[in-house]
C-alpha cells in the first residue's frame, strides 16, 4: 500500500495526526513508527475479526507449550476473536479444553473452533448475551454438563463506544457499557464460583484506559476501573478458599474492538504513543494469561497485570 495516499493534500487526503508519512510507510507523531493498520471502521459491537485489515496475529506459531493446563477447564468470553481468541489457543496448545462464549461473531468463532480443532483440541461455542444473567447461569451448566468441571474463568468480553463528551453519552450507551462489561462479571463468576475448587484462576480483562483516564472512552472507563475494584476485593475474599483472582490491563491491541469503536481516521496512530511505537498483536498478551491461569502464578492474586509497550508503568 502506498502510505503517502494518507499524506497527499493534493487529493484532499487528512494526515491522521501526523506530521508525514515517507515512502516507506513511516509516519511521525511524538515518535517515528511503522503505520500497520489503514483507516477502517465498523458499524457492530463488538466487531468482526474476518472484516479487519490486516487480519490480526494471534497464534505465535513458534511458541513451545509444556503442558501448563493439562486436564483443566477454561471458560473464555469473548473467546471468537481478539485477545479472546488468542488465550484460547495458547489455553488449547497448553492441554486445556475450553468453553468460549460470544455475542453473534458466528464467523469469528467458527474460524475459531477450526483452528483450535486442528490443533487437537477441544472446544464448546456458546452463542448469546453475556449481559444477561441467565445466559452466564447456562455458560456455566453447559461447561458442566460437557466437561464436569471449571479451573479457570477468563471474563474478557467488552464493548467501548468513543464519545467526545460526557454529554454525548445516552443514559442507554452508559447502561449497556456497564452491564455488557462488569454485570456480566458479576453474574458469570457468581455462578462458576459454585462449582470452581482450590486452585481455580479468575482473570478479568480491564484496561489501559483505566488508568491513565482515556477521556473519549468516559463510560467504558468506568467499567473497566470497576473490574479492578472488583479483583481486588474478591482476591481477598477467596484467598482462604486458595482460587486467585487476577486483572490483565491491556494497552492497544489490535483487535476489532478497535475499528469498531474509533473514527477510522484513528487507527493509522494506534499505539504510536507507546515507547515501542506500535499496537501490539494478540499473540503477544496470550502467554500472560496463561501464566496466571497455571500453578506458575500460585502466590499471585489481587494483581493488575500491564502489558502495553510501555505507555503506562504500573
Given amino acids: 500500500m502506498d502510505y503517502k495516499f494518507y499524506y497527499d493534500k493534493v487529493n484532499g487526503q487528512d494526515n491522521y495526526g501526523l506530521e508525514y508519512i515517507d515512502n516507506f510507510g513511516y509516519g511521525y507523531k511524538c515518535n517515528k513508527f511503522k503505520i500497520k493498520y489503514p483507516p477502517q471502521e465498523q458499524d457492530v459491537q463488538p466487531g468482526m ?123 442507554e450507551q452508559f447502561d449497556y457499557t456497564m452491564k455488557t462489561n462488569m454485570y456480566s462479571i458479576f453474574y458469570l463468576t457468581k455462578s462458576a464460583l459454585k462449582y470452581m475448587c482450590p486452585g481455580a484462576s479468575i482473570i478479568n480483562v480491564s ?59 484513528k487507527i493509522p496512530t494506534l499505539g504510536a504513543d507507546a515507547p515501542m511505537k506500535r499496537a501490539g498483536e494478540t499473540y503477544e498478551i496470550a502467554p500472560l494469561f496463561v501464566y496466571l491461569a497455571s500453578d506458575d502464578s500460585s502466590y499471585v492474586t489481587g494483581q493488575v497485570m500491564h502489558i502495553n509497550g510501555g505507555q503506562y508503568k504500573g
Fill in 49 to 171: 475479526e474476518y472484516l479487519m485489515h490486516p487480519r490480526p496475529i494471534f497464534d505465535n506459531t513458534s511458541y513451545k507449550s509444556s503442558g501448563k493446563l493439562n486436564g483443566k477447564v477454561a471458560i473464555i468470553t469473548g473467546g471468537d476473536s481478539g485477545i479472546g481468541r488468542a488465550v484460547a489457543i495458547s489455553y488449547i496448545k497448553e492441554g486445556a479444553k475450553v468453553v468460549i462464549a460470544y455475542l453473534n461473531e458466528h464467523r469469528d468463532a467458527k474460524e475459531t473452533k477450526e483452528y483450535i480443532e486442528a490443533l487437537g483440541g477441544e472446544c464448546l461455542l456458546l452463542a448469546g448475551d453475556v449481559k444477561d444473567k441467565n445466559f452466564c447461569e447456562y455458560i456455566v451448566n453447559e461447561t458442566m454438563n460437557h466437561f464436569g468441571k471449571i479451573d479457570i474463568l477468563v471474563n474478557n468480553a467488552g464493548v467501548q463506544y468513543q464519545q467526545k463528551s460526557l454529554l454525548d453519552i445516552s443514559d
Fill in 207 to 265: 484496561s489501559i484506559t483505566t488508568f491513565y483516564g482515556e477521556p473519549e472512552l468516559i463510560d467504558y472507563v468506568t467499567s473497566k476501573g470497576a473490574i479492578v475494584g472488583f479483583t481486588r476485593a474478591l482476591s481477598t475474599n477467596l484467598a482462604d478458599k486458595n482460587i486467585r483472582v487476577n486483572a490483565v490491563a491491556p494497552g492497544y491491541f489490535w483487535t476489532a474492538l478497535q475499528p469498531a469503536c474509533w473514527e477510522k481516521e
